[in-house]
Nanobody, 115 residues
């Protein structure tokens, strides 16, 4: 199991940028499939982006071309670089780490896009 701690959320104006970080404790981080999810008020949690151990990435259609997920295995950290932010990106963003039957979540970080 790993413990995940997200950071980097806050308030930003539409069109702005923000980077989220998620640092994991524990071992074998490089083997984990890492992902970012988000949940807006009154909506279901949705997958935003994910990155496999080999580095391949995939994105929700709503964020393609605006968000970039990356990982630094030496630092046990996964990042979500967000640009061109829109009000509809407002949500609590959660980090997820998955390896076989292991499924770990962070506590979430609030991202608010507003002028």
């Amino acid at each position: 199991q790993v413990q995940l701690v997200e950071s980097g959320g806050g308030l930003v104006q539409p069109g702005g940028s923000m980077r989220l970080s998620c640092t994991a404790s524990g071992t074998f981080f490089s083997l984990y499939l890492m992902a970012w999810y988000r949940q807006a008020p009154g909506k279901q949690r949705e997958l935003v982006a994910r990155i496999v151990s080999g580095g391949d990435t995939s994105y929700a259609d709503s964020v393609k071309g605006r968000f970039t997920i990356s990982r630094d295995n030496a630092k046990n950290t996964v990042y979500l670089q967000m640009s061109g932010l829109k009000p509809e990106d407002t949500a609590v963003y959660y980090c997820n780490a998955r390896l076989g039957p292991l499924d770990n979540w962070g506590q979430g970080t609030q991202v608010t896009i507003s002028s």
